[in-house]
Nanobody, 124 residues
Framework: QVQLVESGGGLVQSGGSLRLSCAAS????????MGWFRQSPGKEREFVSG????????YYADSVKGRFTISRDNAKNAVYLQMNSLNSEDTAVYYC?????????????????WGQGTQVTVSS
């Protein structure tokens, strides 16, 4: 079955970096757009970044533009999120997701399968 497993989260000081990974199984990601979302307590899940099937186009929330970089390795069936210059507002559970049909990368409802999430905590 389709499975997405995130890893790489943890505790980091403000200004630090983390690299999240999302390993897919049960399907081949090379045909699909992928995205990263995050959710902090009391807030709705919000778009962070998206990437087209071949990596030719990437999308970012304004809040992370210039600090985060999404990438993918279709040969490894994996997607990554490099996060630099982290601050306390980046603290959240980060989710990886795959989009089968929708053309919209920014809405959570566009995505069909989700991982279980990985916690990122940024201490000030």
């Amino acid at each position: 079955q389709v499975q997405l497993v995130e890893s790489g989260g943890g505790l980091v000081q403000s200004g630090g970096s983390l690299r999240l990974s999302c390993a897919a199984s049960g399907f081949t990601i090379s045909d699909y757009g992928m995205g990263w979302f995050r959710q902090s307590p009391g807030k709705e899940r919000e778009f962070v970044s998206g990437i087209t099937w071949n990596g030719g186009s990437t999308y970012y929330a304004d809040s992370v533009k210039g600090r985060f970089t999404i990438s993918r390795d279709n040969a490894k069936n994996a997607v990554y999120l490099q996060m630099n210059s982290l601050n306390s507002e980046d603290t959240a559970v980060y989710y990886c997701a795959v989009k089968i049909r929708s053309t919209n990368y920014y809405r959570a409802t566009s995505y069909d399968y989700w991982g279980q999430g990985t916690q990122v905590t940024v201490s000030s």
